[in-house]
């Protein structure tokens, strides 16, 4: 079996508070496996740790108990980095960089260079749809726009591992399904991805599997679609039916065992909705 | 897909990613041209002054420009190391320097490698203005000598004092010093930030520190006076400990004025032992900014 992408084994953080005597516990004995290609959405409300979390696995911050690791390698190692991005919530990058100095700057603290590096950076520009943006200063950029410049700098050593610290936080729709897509993308060309979002619907398109964090603690973890399936429920969506068909299927339901829950017109999200009236990025 | 290249534990090219980048940014900064001007008007304007004799002219002029030299670029170096790293904590830029592979000792020799830069940058600028400024006094004093006085050798001997005050050589030590004073400050603030929370708090504790520099000097002798002839050793005791704690934290820094005497110039063995304090003052600090910042949580 291949190494797993993350591992965290029993992670405790508490924080002191300056000046008091009490203390914060962000995570409580978390433990949890992302295995390599899966995209895994951690969920919780407003500080329940899942920043606290990605910081830990990333080395930015030391866990009080507890040991994470990236591809095998302990979090508290440099090396652990190579193979890994991240993205933090609400990024500032330098406003005085240009959208490909940018690129370039992360890409040489990665050890790339020359005519590499060029290439490199051209390659996430058009990735991200910055080209045309690429000599701008990032003083300039939308919100949507610095997310975009966040995910190609932490793509840019063509790591394996992805960290998103809400990815699509403060972007409107449209700039939304764009990262969505992006991800989505990524997860194509087999890149773990780790991923914290308050959007639960676009947590449920692209994860494979979910953890729910609730004051620190791991509530509950496993396979999106075992975790939300309702077990004796069967959907079915008819397009043009006859009101005597309709009538007909009822019947044959009040016959059976069975129980009509509900029945109406499917609705299109709003988000969907949204975008084919503004004429979105949606295809 | 793997790494390509085995990750190195100091890689020079990293430090000099971060340092560029430092320097980049206090150099698109508005205050550092806001400081520049006025040390360029400065200089300009000590031009003005004349009065007396030909050679105190000069002399005035020259330790007012100096002086005025020396106060901008540690202004500069504190001002400008006081904002890179809590503006980096502030706005998460840190965050995804720290994320890749960079260990944090780069990190901070890049950062502290980026001002120097800009410390020099700045002195590459006021020093022509200071030989521009120093030549026309030169030959407006020449000019004026040579009406006023008659041919004769107190003439000659007249003009050869101006030439011998004007713009030399010897300046250049002095310069180097005034430089190694602000890249003593400059590290020192820069150890300051890797503790404090804020920008102001750093220039404000920084200054602090840098005022007792320059008295620490009678403060030690006093100290020192009053061990000799105090009569409580417990006293005494605590009076030493105190000073040395003081002298190691607290930069010597009347040490390094050291030109105040009339031609600006600096004996080479002076020149020598106070460059080699400004280079282990500016070591220890940083030294000592990089085990806190080492165990920092961000
Ligand atoms: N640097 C810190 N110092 C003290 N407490 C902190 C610090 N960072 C986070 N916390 C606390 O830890 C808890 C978890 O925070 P966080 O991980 O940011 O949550 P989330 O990302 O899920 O919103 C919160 O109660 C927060 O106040
Ligand atoms: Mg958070």
Redesign the interface.
């Known amino acids: 079996m291949s190494t797993p992408a993350i591992t965290i084994q029993k992670l405790t953080k508490i924080y002191p508070i300056p000046f008091k005597r009490e203390k914060v516990t962000a995570v409580r004995e978390l433990s949890l496996t992302v295995e390599p290609g899966q995209v895994y959405g951690l969920l919780g409300p407003n500080g329940s740790g899942k920043s606290t979390t990605m910081k830990i696995v990333l080395g930015l911050v030391a866990p009080t108990a507890g040991r994470t690791e990236i591809f095998g390698r302990d979090s508290r190692t440099v090396e652990s980095r190579e193979d890994v991005g991240f993205l933090p919530e609400n990024p500032y990058f330098y406003k005085f960089l240009t959208g490909a100095e940018t690129l370039a700057f992360y890409g040489k603290l990665c050890g790339l260079g020359g005519a590499r590096l060029r290439e490199r950076t051209r390659e996430l520009l058009a990735l991200v749809g910055l080209e045309n943006a690429a000599d701008r200063r990032l003083g300039g950029y939308s919100k949507g726009m610095l997310q975009r410049i966040g995910l190609a700098q932490a793509m840019v050593q063509e790591p394996r591992l992805l960290v998103l610290d809400e990815p699509t936080a403060g972007v409107d729709p449209a700039g939304s399904r764009e990262i969505r897509d992006l991800i989505l993308d990524f997860k194509k060309r087999g890149i773990t991805v780790l991923l914290c979002s308050h959007l639960l619907e676009q947590v449920q398109e692209i994860c494979d599997r979910i953890g729910i964090l609730h004051q620190g603690v791991l509530v509950r973890e496993g396979q999106l679609d075992e975790l939300i399936s309702i077990e004796n429920q069967t959907e079915m969506i008819l397009e043009n039916p006859t009101p005597e068909l309709l009538a007909e299927i009822r019947a044959m339901v009040g016959r059976s065992k069975g129980r009509v829950v509900e029945e109406g017109r499917p609705k299109r999200t709003l988000e969907r909705y949204f975008l084919e009236v503004t004429g979105g990025s949606d295809e | ?3 390509a ?1 085995q ?3 100091f ?1 020079l ?2 430090v000099f ?2 340092a560029s ?1 430092t320097l ?2 206090l150099v ?1 900064l508005k205050v550092f041209y806001f400081l520049l001007c006025f040390a360029l008007l400065f200089i300009a304007v000590s031009l003005a002054t004349s009065t007396l004799t030909f050679q105190e002219q000069f002399h005035s002029m020259k330790s007012m420009a100096l002086g005025g030299m020396s106060m901008f670029t540690l202004l500069l170096a504190v001002l400008s190391t006081a904002m890179i790293i809590p503006k980096d904590i502030e ?3 840190l ?9 944090r000792f780069e990190y901070l020799l890049g950062k502290l490698g980026g001002v120097l830069a800009m410390l020099l940058v700045a002195m590459a600028l006021m020093i022509p203005m200071l030989v521009l400024v120093l030549y026309v006094k030169e030959q407006s004093s020449l000019a004026a000598a040579s009406r006023s006085l008659a041919p004769g050798p107190d003439r000659d001997a007249a003009l050869e004092q101006i030439r011998l005050a004007a713009f030399s050589a010897d300046l250049i030590p002095g310069l180097i010093i005034i430089y190694l004073k602000a890249a003593v400050c400059a590290s020192l603030t820069l150890l300051v930030s890797t503790f404090a929370t804020s920008s102001i708090f750093t220039i404000i504790v920084s200054c602090m520190v840098i005022i007792c520099g320059y008295v620490q000097h009678f403060a030690r002798e006093h100290a020192l006076g009053a061990v000799a002839v105090g009569t409580v050793s417990v006293m005494n005791f605590l009076v030493k400990g105190v000073t040395i704690l003081a002298m190691l934290m607290i930069p010597d820094l009347w040490a390094f004025d050291i030109l105040d005497d009339a031609t600006g110039a600096l004996p080479l063995d002076l020149f020598a032992q106070t460059a080699s304090l400004g280079g282990v003052y500016i070591a220890a600090y940083f030294l000592i900014g990089y085990l806190i910042f080492a165990g920092k ?2």
């Open positions: 897909m793997t790494a290249t990750h190195k534990t890689s090219a990293r990613a971060i980048n980049l940014e698109r706005e998460r830029t965050y995804t320097i720290l994320a890749k592979p960079v260990p949580e961000l």
